[in-house]
């Protein structure tokens, strides 16, 4: 019976058991219940999680993630940061290049010394130092400081033929180191 018809019924049973559910529906609505089954006990029912708690629950992963992600990038930066200068760089470099002729630069385990002309230089601290080893070269980036600002110089180390550093952005000068003696 999936229209409320029943067919060996007679027509008029089927509306007074039609009228018979409308008034129960009327007075349950009355009394505050709703549906077929107002006025009987239904059982347990299941009752959903109101909206409001999903919303709680996603806010607090958000905001997990959010403090969790800053506490690292917080611990990032506190990480011991590598300012070692190898040894093999510390020294005067000059180039034969008549443009840098008189322009050398000095590394030193702490500092670069760009000398700019005859008897003035500038001299920058050493922030960090990074290396990739390549084939037969090694790319050395020096983070350095001026006025506040973090600068970077970036170089190539070669051993062989001879001792020499190539600047990642001028690759067709060639710098070689100073003897000291």
């Known amino acids: ?25 009327v007075a349950a609505m009355k009394s ?23 919303r709680v629950k996603a806010l607090v992963i958000i905001f997990g993630i959010v403090v969790a ?15 070692t200068i190898p040894d093999e760089l510390v020294g005067v470099w ?13 590394v030193t385990k702490t500092n670069l010394i760009f000398h700019t ?18 084939e037969g070269t090694t ?5 350095y400081e001026v006025e506040g600002a973090r600068f970077e110089f970036a170089f190539y180390y070669r051993v062989l033929p001879e001792e020499s550093i190539q600047f990642r952005n001028q690759p067709q000068l060639e710098w070689r ?3 000291s003696t």
């Open 177 to 179: 180191k100073q003897d």
């Open 32 to 54: 505050g219940q709703s549906g077929p089954t107002a006025g009987r006990s239904a059982g347990p029912r299941q009752v959903s999680a109101p909206p409001g708690g999903v």
């Open 94 to 106: 000059r180039t034969e290049a008549p443009s840098h002729a008189d322009r050398p630069f000095e």
């Open 1 to 25: 019976m999936v229209d409320g018809k029943d067919p060996k019924q007679p027509h008029g049973s089927n509306h007074a058991r039609l009228s018979e559910q409308a008034a129960e529906l």
């Open 139 to 143: 790319l050395y980036t020096v983070d």
């Open 69 to 83: 992600g800053g506490l690292v990038l917080l611990g990032v930066r506190f990480l011991p940061v590598d300012k």
């Open 117 to 134: 002309g005859a008897a003035d230089s500038v001299v920058y601290p050493i922030l960090r130092v990074r290396r990739v080893e390549g």
